[in-house]
């Protein structure tokens, strides 16, 4: 399947806006499914509206209600996924599956808040506990209908031959390990190479802004991290995989250094677009805003799109489908939306030790020791022992030494994305700027909008104070290298009403010129420049932004980066005719990825599989190699374009160029005039559960094969395998927003709402979202009614 051109895009977006406009009082349709029932637990009638795309609208007599009745909905459209979530984060997977994740869910549990929970919920919003609380009790109501044969068990359950479990509401705020964290894995990576060849050979891996120069922490022996130090930190933060489930024994394991450069891949995935437009700059002289976050994409989607409307509260937007409210999206007077913004928030701690004691000034500390059970499916419980010091959980032990990490996780109010309850009413900049300074986890870059034409935007994240170092390696722990408190929020930065009319980011290194990063040491390690420039480049050149606007560059295929890498060839030339024709038709591309491009397919894998590998095999010393692996794309290119690189520039360009050739040859034939990008180039979403089904059940729980433009340098930001080109990041859901005329606003989730393989809206959002088309997020009650396709009513069980 091909993509829409860019008048196609523009067509969708005209008449999505033209329908939402035309809902004035539109009645629900007679053709609108009803249904009706009574719920435990739910204190006044109450209805779901579930419009023709699977988005559910939530109308309340009370806001408890409306978080009863999201929990009530979340578990009618993904319970399965939603359980697991609880039972990964909780460390309950071998209750229901088996020993087989005894370990994963000790790691698990190494990661749980274990702070006091008074001090957890004065964290968030003061109505935040009412939320959670009746959104627990809204999934526990379901589950009970469940059990009880009123509604039907999901097929996993059945093939997993496990049972959904209660929710406690601390459940949702004590589970850290799906927030966004970072650099713990980069930390270790560097040490290793520091080890291996010394700090100059990690210049390809991992590029520094603002420059910097790191040096090795005074008491620190790089070779004592051993290779696998992140084995509990990764099981605990992994996915849940069913292979071994399904084959009856253990899933084969990689090498340490395999899951380090894997875990290291994954979070450069990690991204995200938003910017926010100034009436001055807009067609209509209302702001725009624009989101769409970049995760793993799968099935069912990361994301869920709902709407809460009740007499004190009327949100609609996006968030991880086991939360209660939004992450992002908008409310009567405010809209905001989030990407990542790369504060440093984990420190490894290296100590010496004796027993379950380390040395922490001068003396020797105990480790705190907690004993815990496991229950196991099928066997008797498992004990297992879990150590703490200090600073955090002790993830390996070695001889003498024990590596615990430091993490913001510990602390209250780093439950991932709950800082949006500080959202949900805001109204101005002033209640933005409020919830911004008290956001703890994942750290990111806030944008705001309101009804007023005010825009903004700001870093938000609990900032650990490093006054002594960088936090770019492992440390002592023996009380040298110690965070001095957090850094207030006031003291990230932030733009109201920016002169330019506009603000965008995309993990860019955003910090403003003359900001004291050397001493406050926020974070070095960012996303490239690459969608950055060209949303900026875009942006800049539109005086009178449209909604078709934002869509088209939320999918917008150009490749920055590789402007810069193909004018590294523009004296280079070659005696092979197929390298040469390569090299002209690279010369003359306009660097739009589209799936129809030849140069496309040229470009991304001579980048991706070949240019990296050689570089780092000219520059870096042997012993390093593995480490380093292919290299950063954005270092690899800084490095090309420096003097030192010049003697042997023109041999790797046209070496890599010359295997990327070759490689080509092999998958799509010795034509170079059949190659295409989107013949390589594709998506296709498969559940983890999938494997324990058989292949006809199997197929109906995947979503088909759809060719992608883009690529991870793009806008569209379409990451993928290197061995098979299969996307495995990008848009989780685009949101383009209308301030002030909200039934004009757009969404568009992937593959679709519902997590039941057999719904039709289960993979009805999948073309869509490939083909960069949108649907209208209504949210006045005319539009909702409009678009109606089936109405629950609700009413208390007597």
């Known amino acids: 399947m091909g993509t829409l051109g860019a008048a196609a895009v523009s067509a969708i977006a005209a008449a999505c806006i033209a329908t939402a406009a035309a809902a004035q009082d539109a009645p629900t349709s007679s053709a609108v499914k009803r249904e009706a029932r009574t719920v435990a637990g739910l204190a006044a009638p109450a209805q779901i509206v579930v419009d023709h795309w699977g988005v559910p609208h939530i109308f309340a007599g009370s806001a408890r209600d409306a978080f009863f009745l999201q929990g009530y909905n979340a578990a009618r459209d993904r319970l399965w996924q939603i359980d697991l979530w609880r039972k990964r984060g909780l460390g309950r997977l071998s209750a229901s599956f088996g020993p087989t994740y005894v370990a994963q869910d000790r790691?698990?549990?190494?990661f749980l808040y274990r702070g006091g929970m008074a001090a957890e919920w004065a964290s968030y919003d003061p109505q935040a506990r009412t939320a959670v609380e009746a959104f627990a009790a809204g999934v526990n109501a379901y589950v009970t209908e469940v059990k009880a044969g009123k509604r039907p068990l999901p097929v996993e359950f059945r093939l997993s031959a496990s049972q959904p479990e209660?929710?406690?509401?601390?459940?949702?705020?004590?589970?850290?390990?799906?927030?966004?964290?970072?650099?713990?894995?980069?930390?270790?990576?560097?040490a290793q190479v520091a080890c291996a060849a010394g700090l100059p050979a990690d210049r390809l891996r991992r590029k520094l802004e603002p420059p910097h120069a790191t040096v090795v922490p005074a008491g620190l022996d790089p070779c004592v991290v051993p290779a696998d130090v992140l084995k509990d930190y990764l099981l605990a933060t992994g996915p849940v995989s069913f292979e071994a489930l399904a084959s009856g024994g253990r899933k084969a394991e990689a090498p340490a250094q395999v899951q380090l450069a894997q875990a290291l891949d994954a979070a450069q995935n990690e991204g995200s677009n938003n910017w926010v437009i100034a009436p001055s700059r807009t067609a209509t002289g209302r702001p725009i805003l624009a989101n769409d976050p970049h995760r793993p994409v799968g099935v069912?989607?990361?994301?869920?799109?709902v709407h809460l409307n009740a007499p004190d509260l009327d949100i609609i937007g996006a968030g991880e489908p086991a939360l209660p409210g939004v992450s992002f999206g908008h409310n009567r007077q405010m809209a905001w939306g989030l990407t990542i913004f790369y504060i440093d928030q984990e420190d490894l701690y290296v100590y010496d030790t004796k027993a379950d004691a380390y040395r922490y000034k001068g003396g020797f500390e105990p480790m705190k020791v907690v004993h815990e059970t496991i229950e196991v499916k099928g066997e008797a419980p498992r004990d297992v022992t879990l150590k703490f010091t200090r600073h955090g959980p002790v993830i390996a032990e070695t001889a003498g030494h024990a590596f615990a990490m430091r993490t913001v996780w510990n602390l209250p109010g780093a439950s991932g994305y709950f800082g949006s309850s500080r959202m949900w009413r805001a109204k101005s900049w002033a209640d933005f700027k409020s919830g911004q300074e008290a956001w703890g986890t994942p750290p990111l870059n806030l944008i705001f909008a309101d009804t007023s034409g005010e825009i903004g935007w700001s870093a938000a994240g609990l900032t650990p104070a490093r006054s002594n170092w960088d936090g770019l390696m492992p440390v002592p722990g023996d009380g040298r290298y110690e965070w001095a408190g957090l850094m207030p929020g006031a003291q990230l930065p932030a733009a109201h009403n920016p002169p330019e009319g506009f603000f965008a980011t995309a993990n860019e290194m955003n910090l403003p010129a003359g900001y004291p990063d050397e001493s406050r040491h926020v974070g070095f390690e960012w996303g490239d420049r690459s969608r950055i420039n060209r949303i900026k480049e875009v942006l800049a050149t539109t005086p009178k932004a449209t909604l078709a606007d934002s869509m088209a560059l939320q999918t917008d295929s150009h490749d920055d980066l590789s402007r810069r890498t193909i004018a590294l060839l523009a004296h280079v030339s070659s005696a092979d005719p197929e390298v040469a024709r390569a090299i002209e038709l690279l010369r003359s591309w306009d660097n739009d990825e589209t799936t129809a491009s030849a140069?496309?397919?040229?470009?991304?894998?001579?980048?991706?599989?070949?240019?990296?590998?050689?570089?780092?095999?000219?520059?870096?010393?042997?012993?390093?190699?593995?480490?380093?692996?292919?290299?950063?794309?954005?270092?690899?290119?800084s490095y090309l374009e420096t003097p030192e690189a010049a003697p042997t520039r023109d041999a790797i360009l046209l070496g890599s160029l010359g295997a990327a050739v070759t490689e080509l040859k092999n998958r799509l034939g010795p034509d170079m005039a059949t190659w295409s990008w989107g013949r390589l180039h594709h998506a296709r979403f498969e559940p983890a559960a999938a494997v324990l089904a058989d292949s006809q059940l199997a197929e109906q729980m995947a979503t088909g094969t759809l060719q992608i433009p883009g690529s991870a340098s793009s806008p569209r930001a379409a990451t993928y395998r290197p061995s098979d080109f299969?996307?495995?990041?990008?848009?989780?859901?685009?949101?383009?927003?209308?301030?002030?005329?909200?039934?004009?606003?757009?969404?568009?989730?992937?593959?679709?709402?519902?997590?039941?393989?057999?719904?039709?809206?289960?993979?009805?959002?999948?073309?869509?979202?490939?083909?960069?088309?949108?649907?209208?997020?209504?949210?006045?009650?005319?539009?909702?009614?409009?678009?109606?396709?089936?109405?629950?009513?609700?009413?208390?069980?007597?």
Do not use: C
Request: glycine share 6%.
């Open 599 to 637: 140069a496309a397919a040229i470009y991304q894998v001579w980048a991706t599989n070949h240019l990296g590998h050689t570089v780092v095999a000219s520059a870096t010393p042997q012993a390093a190699r593995v480490l380093v692996g292919s290299g950063q794309l954005d270092a690899v290119i």
């Open 166 to 190: 209660a929710w406690a509401p601390e459940d949702i705020l004590r589970i850290r390990s799906h927030a966004l964290v970072s650099n713990v894995a980069s930390e270790v990576a560097r």
């Open 107 to 110: 790691a698990a549990r190494l």
């Open 300 to 305: 069912p989607s990361l994301r869920y799109i």
């Open 726 to 798: 299969r996307q495995t990041a990008g848009a989780s859901v685009r949101l383009v927003m209308d301030v002030g005329a909200w039934d004009n606003s757009v969404a568009v989730n992937t593959p679709g709402q519902s997590g039941d393989p057999f719904s039709p809206h289960y993979r009805d959002l999948f073309p869509l979202w490939a083909t960069g088309a949108y649907i209208p997020l209504d949210f006045s009650r005319a539009a909702v009614n409009r678009d109606a396709e089936t109405v629950i009513s609700l009413e208390p069980a007597k």
